[in-house]
């Protein structure tokens, strides 16, 4: 495990990763995240820069739907 971080009074997240690795996975209670009930699971990478990387892959054809978004953590977008 590489981390254990809080988000919340009552969550967390966990990430885990192989020594050495670049990408980390991240698991988290799917009920944190509004309507949750209706939502499949999912991968959350994360970056340097958020923003940058979203008009990147926009840019390249990459369909979002929505905008980034501030959290409390950092920036989140979908795609």
């Known amino acids: 495990m590489v981390a254990d971080r809080p ?3 009552c ?4 990430e885990a990763a192989p020594k050495g690795a ?3 996975l991240v698991i988290y209670p799917k009920a944190m995240l ?3 009930e209706n939502m499949k699971a999912s991968i959350v990478f994360q970056g340097d820069d958020v923003r940058s990387t979203y008009e990147k892959l926009k840019a390249n054809g990459v369909e979002f739907p929505g905008e980034p978004q501030e959290m409390q953590r ?3 977008v979908q795609f």
């Open 7 to 9: 988000m919340g009074p």
């Open 11 to 14: 969550s967390f997240w966990l």
């Open 22 to 24: 670049q990408s980390h």
């Open 34 to 36: 509004k309507g949750s």
């Open 74 to 76: 950092g920036t989140f």
